[in-house]
């Protein structure tokens, strides 16, 4: 059996210890969010700062989440709860899939359909085309609240 990284294995701790919605951790380096969705991503991505190789824990990872942590260039990803695309899209990019459920697809915050983003990614290959399009989706979901 494969086991988490020692980072990830601390990133995980600090995740459920806390009241964070992600974490990503290196070597005594540590980043989090109480943010929800991926928003805090987009602020990492967006940061001068480098995440290659660091190790993330995050409460829920659709599959914009997962493109935007192989934008990262995290190295492995622990999640409470990760769908089907997501956990594919990590592996694709050669990044380390742990998880405590794996679900078909991220439920939308009413609980009555498809997480917004989830269903704006469907079917993009392109981690920098699924950035794009999460970026112009959250846009549009500020326009209409």
Same mark, same amino acid.
């Given at each position: 059996?494969?086991?988490?990284?020692?980072?990830?294995?601390?990133?995980?701790?600090?995740?459920?210890?806390?009241?964070?919605?992600?974490?990503?951790?290196?070597?005594?380096?540590?980043?989090?969010?109480?943010?929800?969705?991926?928003?805090?991503? %987009?602020?990492?991505?967006?940061?001068?700062?480098?995440?290659?190789?660091?190790?993330?824990?995050?409460?829920?990872?659709?599959?914009?989440?997962?493109?935007?942590?192989?934008?990262?260039?995290?190295?492995?990803?622990?999640?409470?709860? %990760?769908?089907?695309?997501?956990?594919? %899209?990590?592996?694709?990019?050669?990044?380390?899939?742990?998880?405590?459920? %794996?679900?078909?697809?991220?439920?939308?915050?009413?609980?009555?359909?498809?997480?917004?983003?989830?269903?704006?990614?469907?079917?993009?290959?392109?981690?920098?085309?699924?950035?794009?399009?999460?970026?112009?989706?959250?846009?549009?979901?500020?326009?209409?609240?």
């Amino acid at each position: 059996m494969i086991t988490m990284n020692n980072n990830t294995e601390i990133a995980k701790k600090i995740l459920t210890e806390n009241s964070y919605t992600c974490v990503l951790y290196l070597d005594g380096e540590e980043y989090h969010s109480t943010l929800r969705g991926v928003k805090p991503l %987009i602020n990492l991505l967006e940061s001068e700062n480098n995440f290659a190789g660091f190790s993330a824990a995050d409460k829920t990872v659709g599959a914009g989440a997962a493109h935007l942590y192989a934008l990262l260039g995290v190295a492995e990803v622990w999640a409470n709860v %990760i769908s089907e695309d997501g956990k594919r %899209i990590l592996e694709k990019n050669n990044i380390s899939v742990y998880c405590g459920e %794996i679900v078909p697809y991220i439920i939308n915050r009413c609980g009555d359909g498809m997480c917004p983003i989830e269903k704006a990614v469907n079917g993009i290959v392109c981690s920098r085309k699924a950035l794009e399009v999460i970026k112009q989706t959250l846009k549009n979901s500020e326009k209409r609240d």
